[in-house]
Structure formats: structure tokens, C-alpha cells
């Protein structure tokens, strides 16, 4: 059964730093393109970033390139996302996903406020 939990998600000030996890199983995860997805509230899905299976490919949407950085350890089957200089924009329940597998995560919540 496939399973993806993310984790870290939290309350940060502007220009704080966090850094999401996403703990997978019941797939070979190396094998699989994983991404970052959010939505912000009233607002529809957001692809954040994506990363290849060896990690050696990885693509971010504009609005977030310089800041946050995606990750992933194929021995802990775990894929992560390390997001500095947050701002309000940010704000918004965080998913990772398998889009080759149609699976996702229960989701993460990041609250950016001062």
C-alpha cells in the first residue's frame, strides 16, 4: 500500500525557514518523480517543485526559485523540502506527491505570520 506522510509543517515568522518531510513506503521510491504541491486558502493547487528519482533533476516554480530547495533520501525514503525566506505568500497546507502512482500525502500546514 502506498503511503506518503508529510511532516513539518508549523507556524514561522516572515523570512523564517522550514523544512518539510515526506516520509514514503509501499513503493520503490527511488524509482518515482516526487513533488511538492500546495494550496493556500481559497485558492486552488499550486505546483511548488519536483524532483527526478535520482534527485539529479529538479524544477521550481517561479515564485519560489532561490528560496526553497528540494531534496530526497532514497535510503530513508524520504523526500523533503527546505523553504527559507518565507513570506505570507507561502502560507498554505503542503503536499507531496506520487503523480506516476496518483498518490498523495494527508498534508502539512505552514502558517507564515509575525
Known amino acids: 500500500q502506498v503511503q506518503l506522510m508529510e511532516s513539518g509543517g508549523g507556524l514561522v515568522q516572515p523570512g523564517g525557514s522550514l523544512r518539510l518531510s515526506c516520509a514514503a513506503s509501499?513503493?520503490?521510491?527511488?524509482?518515482?518523480?516526487m513533488y511538492w504541491v500546495r494550496q493556500a486558502p481559497g485558492k486552488g493547487l499550486e505546483w511548488v517543485s519536483g524532483?527526478?528519482?535520482?534527485?539529479?533533476?529538479?524544477h521550481y516554480t517561479d515564485s519560489v526559485k532561490g528560496r526553497f530547495t528540494i531534496s530526497r533520501d532514497n535510503a530513508k525514503n524520504t523526500l523533503f523540502l527546505q523553504m527559507n525566506g518565507l513570506k505570507s505568500e507561502d502560507m498554505a497546507v503542503y503536499y507531496c506527491?506520487?503523480?506516476?502512482?496518483?498518490?498523495w500525502g494527508q498534508g502539512t500546514q505552514l502558517i507564515v505570520s509575525s
Open positions: 506527491i506520487c503523480k506516476d502512482l496518483g498518490s
Open positions: 509501499g513503493f520503490t521510491f527511488s524509482q518515482y518523480f
Open positions: 524532483i527526478s528519482g535520482g534527485g539529479g533533476r529538479t
